[in-house]
């Protein structure tokens, strides 16, 4: 458990130092807030596929979906956050310093979007597989301490 934490406040400090410096120049408070907006975006997102994903897996008590849930939207939250937010921080910043057009950025964010989507559908499955995966060790563990 100890190198997961490890990984994901790696993981967040890239996450993090990315997308403030995908910023630029651009006001501090607005770095801040973008920052923030992101993140908790990305976690909604997160969450929403967990619930889509766990559809079909069978928890023995609420407890533990409740902690593997925690577990892998903090996860999850930082991979999502990580490919997703450093690249529309400088597509934010360029439209800022007028380096790329309104159009531009808006077809760039639709590519974006859908290819997002299909990543969701993607993730969805992996979440899912990796949410059984924790179940079946789970399973295993308690039917070795029971005999």
Known sequence: MALIVIITIVLYALVIIWTWNSL????????????????????????VIFNLSKEGVKYDQQVIEQE????????????????????????????????????????????????????????????KDVQQGILEISHSYSTQNNQ
């Open 24 to 47: 630029g120049k651009i006001k501090i408070i607005k770095k801040v807030l973008m920052l923030g907006i992101g993140m908790l975006m990305m976690c909604c997102i997160t969450f």
């Open 68 to 127: 593997i849930k925690k577990i892998l939207v903090v996860v999850f939250t930082g991979v999502n956050s990580l490919i997703i937010l450093p690249y529309f921080a400088k597509l934010f910043e360029k439209l800022q310093a007028k380096e790329i057009e309104q159009k531009q950025v808006g077809k760039k964010i639709i590519i974006m979007i859908i290819i997002f989507i299909v990543g969701m559908f993607l993730e969805c499955g992996y979440m």
